[in-house]
């Protein structure tokens, strides 16, 4: 990261003219707090992967990185102190294409072997962990205008869920399933 870091300072001073470029850091998981001081400088946006937390928590908290280190995982909660968006995603096929299961590690962060909450304060509300999965992600590629929100305009993409995310027990978001999916106003799937 401190190599990202370096090439787009360069960058930057190389092509000061640039603007608006919405770079990415891809698997942000380890990114420490002050390196997001500097993303943040640079205009960096953070893609996370907080399915860390919950599939490989207890392995980092117990040998990898250890009690300490191992809390800030995906550190979203840094992030949003610093008023910067994030992203997340799952990284199929080194973990199952499940939003549901993004959704959850985001909101909760329990590793699934001890049930222990990696990083307490990098927990987000479910409407945060949305829009990490939904507007941001339409920001960080361009696509604002079309995508990310549903808005007269815009491709009518989007789920119905089993149940409302933020009105069920944050605890429950991994069983929510997708009832049916609505691609530029046409169902292309439903259970």
Avoid: C
């Avoid at 500097?38 to 946006?45: A, M, N, P, R």
């Amino acid at each position: 990261m401190d190599l990202l870091i370096a090439a787009h300072r360069a960058a930057q001073a190389h092509y000061p003219a640039a603007h608006d470029l919405r770079p990415v850091l891809i698997h942000g998981q380890f990114v420490r707090a002050d390196q997001l001081d500097d993303f943040k400088t640079l205009g960096v946006i953070p893609s996370l992967f907080p399915m860390h937390t919950f599939y490989w928590g207890d392995w980092h908290l117990n040998h990898t990185l250890g009690p300490q280190k191992g809390q800030n995982i995906s550190p979203t909660g840094w992030v949003l102190k610093r008023d910067m968006i994030f992203t997340t995603h799952h990284d199929a096929p080194v973990a199952f294409p499940d939003s549901m299961r993004v959704l959850d590690a985001t909101v909760t962060r329990r590793a699934r072997g001890s049930g222990v909450v990696v990083g307490p304060e990098h927990r987000v509300d479910v409407i945060t962990a949305l829009k990490a999965m939904t507007i941001w992600p339409a920001y960080q590629h361009f696509e604002e205008a079309r995508k990310g929100s549903l808005e007269v305009g815009k491709l009518a993409d989007f789920v119905i869920l089993s149940a409302d995310p933020t009105a069920v027990d944050p605890e429950t978001l991994d069983t929510l399933k997708v009832t049916e999916t609505v691609k530029e106003g046409n169902t292309v799937f439903r259970l």
